[in-house]
């Protein structure tokens, strides 16, 4: 069974940094395209960072652009999602998601509705 679980969340203060993880299982990783995405109170789900199956190719939101970096292990399964000099508006909650093609490109940025399986989510918050 596919499988995307989320970890590295928690409270930090403004300018601090955290690392998520996304951990795949029951399918590998390599050949598709993970896109990280998240949620703030009271929006919709708006997307961050995607990386390429080879992770060779990326794509950041305006937002996060120069402080946030999307990386892979594939030997480990697993994308990470490095975020530093974070901000108030940064708080959401933070999902990562898998195409179930593998002919998904991060080139053009995929909005979430291309996206067809999702973690559960890890919960950031940035607050003093």
């Known amino acids: 069974q596919l499988q995307l679980v989320e970890s590295g969340g928690g409270l930090v203060q403004p300018g601090g940094s955290l690392r998520l993880s996304c951990e795949g299982s029951?399918?590998?990783?390599?050949?598709?395209?993970i896109g990280w995405f998240r949620q703030r109170p009271g929006k919709e789900r708006e997307r961050v960072s995607c990386?390429?199956?080879?992770?060779?190719?990326?794509n950041y939101a305006d937002s996060v652009k120069g402080r946030f970096t999307i990386s892979r292990d594939n030997a480990k399964n697993t994308v990470y999602l490095q975020m530093n000099s974070l901000k108030p508006e940064d708080t959401a909650v933070y999902y990562c998601?898998?195409?179930?093609?593998?002919?998904?490109?991060?080139?053009?940025?995929?909005?979430?509705?291309?996206?067809?399986?999702w973690g559960q989510g890890t919960q950031v918050t940035v607050s003093s």
């Open positions: 998601a898998s195409p179930s093609s593998a002919y998904v490109s991060c080139d053009g940025f995929p909005a979430p509705g291309v996206y067809d399986y």
């Open positions: 029951g399918f590998t990783m390599d050949f598709y395209t």
């Open positions: 990386i390429s199956a080879a992770g060779v190719n990326s």
